[in-house]
């Protein structure tokens, strides 16, 4: 496995117990980033998609303490809603 390549800080976003739509950040071309590492502090559902889309106990869940690297070409917005409020997911361009 190759080394992540990552030269751009990423968002950071908080739930409110509801999913809720955060924009993909760029990367450092300043582009709209293609790959996210998606970290959590606390087990998190996550869906991408456009910017109504809606993360459901349906969705993707990502654990504490292991990170998913997820392809988000074309899309604009990931979806979170978090198991237990109030827990931070970072959102991180990884470049090409």
Do not use: C, K, W
């Not at 654990?63 to 409020?85: D, F, R, S």
């Amino acid at each position: 496995m190759q080394p992540l390549q990552i030269t751009t800080n990423g968002t950071g976003a908080l739930s409110t117990g509801t999913s809720s739509a955060v924009a993909i950040p760029n990367d450092s071309t300043g582009s709209r980033a293609r790959t996210l590492l998606v970290s959590v502090e606390g087990a998190t559902y996550i869906l991408p998609g456009a910017s109504t889309v809606t993360a459901t106990t349906a969705s993707p869940v990502v654990e504490a303490g292991e990170p998913l690297l997820v392809n988000v070409t074309g899309l604009t917005h990931v979806a979170i809603l978090e198991l237990t409020v109030g827990q931070r997911v970072t959102l991180t361009p990884v470049e090409e």
